[in-house]
């Protein structure tokens, strides 16, 4: 089992930005793929951005060239820079560990980003 714990969330103007951070611990070998994903309310989760071991990043096209995803595998910590942010950002953010691709089967609880207009 993987514990993942979220930060970095708040509430930010539209246009500004926040960094999200993601600390992994325990069976962090299964933290081969990181990923984001938010859940607005009235709407299912869905997925942000991923990066694996190595470094290569995806992300869902309405936060392509806004959002970064990094990771540093020293410290088990994956960090998602929001810059230019919207209103329809606002959601709860997830981060998620997967051993193999599309199985995420760890998630933290969830950090809070508001994006006011």
């Known amino acids: 089992q993987v514990q993942l714990v979220e930060s970095g969330g708040g509430l930010v103007q539209a246009g500004g930005s926040l960094r999200l951070s993601c600390a992994a611990s325990?069976?962090?070998?299964?933290?081969?793929?990181m990923g984001w994903f938010r859940q607005a309310p009235g709407k299912e989760r869905e997925f942000v951005a991923e990066i694996t071991w190595s470094g290569n990043a995806d992300y869902t096209d309405s936060v392509k060239g806004r959002f970064t995803i990094s990771r540093d595998n020293a410290k088990n910590t994956v960090y998602l820079q929001m810059n230019s942010l919207k209103p329809e950002d606002t959601a709860v953010y997830y981060c998620?560990?997967?051993?193999?691709?599309?199985?995420?089967?760890?998630w933290g609880q969830g950090t809070q980003v508001t994006v006011s207009s």
């Open positions: 325990g069976r962090t070998f299964s933290t081969n793929y």
């Open positions: 998620a560990a997967a051993k193999y691709l599309g199985v995420y089967d760890n």
